[in-house]
């Protein structure tokens, strides 16, 4: 067992160094393979009974993990702000393993033929923010969670949606240049925001709030005749 904690916080540790690109599902799966190896080496050597109770309890973790899909695990656990104010300061990706990451592109100038933007938190809370003067072309996967894209919004397991929306502000001049999005959680939620947008950076949702429906409205009954 301990063998397999330390092969398996080896292969997070080069996966964080970029050595290596592994899912949560692949970690765990790295962690069974080599309980099962420990457990062929015991029925030679004896004393891996105690193996079998943990690898049971680890095979449901890996069929829920499979639902993550291929998210990476890399970045830390964290809360992290990115803030770029400048088209070259903008990364083509962003990586966290747990947490909250915010990726402020508000203040962004973003130009003609901008490069795809990529972002990802295996477990935790993604927020983009982006200009409103550029049209936005986002796609939002998310293993077990919520996505909400602009105001569209889709929650459960395995979802995938697109949403493309142009600029709802003129640029100062020219046509309005646009931003495409990548974005992916294993776990958690995804929300994508426009910059006029009132609600602060760590305000999530709404989510669970009910829909609000309109009032139907009814005419009175006419007064019964005397």
Known sequence: FAVALIVTGLALALDNLDVID????????????VLGAGLLVGTWWGRAWGLIPVGLLAVPLVAVTALAGPVPVQGGVAERLF??????????????????????????????????????????????????????????????????LLGHVDSGAQVDST?????????????????????????????????????SFHEAGPFDEPVTRPAVPTTPAPPEAP
């Open 22 to 33: 592994l899912s949560i599902g692949q970690v765990l799966a790295v962690f069974l393979t």
């Open 83 to 148: 803030q770029p104010t400048t088209p070259a300061e903008v990364r083509p990706s962003y990586r966290l393993a747990g947490g909250e990451m915010i990726l402020d592109l508000s203040r962004v100038k973003f130009g003609p033929g901008s490069p795809p933007v990529e972002a990802s938190v295996a477990g935790g809370r993604l927020l983009v923010v982006v200009p409103d003067e550029v049209a936005a072309d986002v796609r939002g996967r998310v293993g077990v969670g919520s996505l909400d």
């Open 163 to 199: 949403v493309a929306e142009p600029a709802v502000k003129a640029p100062a001049k020219g046509a309005a240049p646009s931003v495409k999005l990548d974005l992916m959680a294993g776990y958690g939620v995804i929300e994508v925001r426009r910059a006029s947008d009132p609600r």
